[in-house]
């Protein structure tokens, strides 16, 4: 017996973000230069709307959206991580005329 399980809804919304993944972020990934921000990843990123999830998303979200990324495309899962990791602080602390400055532009990408 396991003592978790996702929903029916969590469970497929993991399956379009690993499609999504495959289909969409793995090719821009596979243009990416080594030692260079690949911004046309970030930015599709910011389009599909996986950005600005990073300020709305609880934790078991977060996680499940970085798992499925993952499994499909770690590079894209590693450009949403570090666009968290840099504008958590802002969303967590900052002042609100920091955050209307900051925030929007990371949720685009």
């Keep these: 017996?396991?003592?978790?399980?996702?929903?029916?809804?969590?469970?497929?919304w993991c399956a379009e973000l690993r499609a999504l993944a495959a289909e969409r972020l793995r090719p821009l990934a596979d243009r990416g230069e080594p030692g260079r921000v690949n911004r046309p990843l970030i930015a599709e990123l910011g389009r599909l709307g996986l950005l600005a999830r990073l300020f709305t998303s609880g934790a078991l979200d977060l996680c499940l959206m970085r798992e499925?990324?993952?499994?499909?495309?770690?590079?894209?899962?590693t450009a949403l991580a570090l666009q968290g990791l840099g504008a958590h602080p802002v969303h967590a602390h900052g002042t609100p005329a920091q955050r209307a400055r900051w925030l929007p532009p990371v949720a685009d990408g």
């Design 1 to 12: 017996m396991s003592a978790f399980s996702l929903a029916p809804e969590q469970t497929a």
């Design 68 to 77: 499925s990324l993952a499994r499909a495309c770690t590079e894209a899962e």
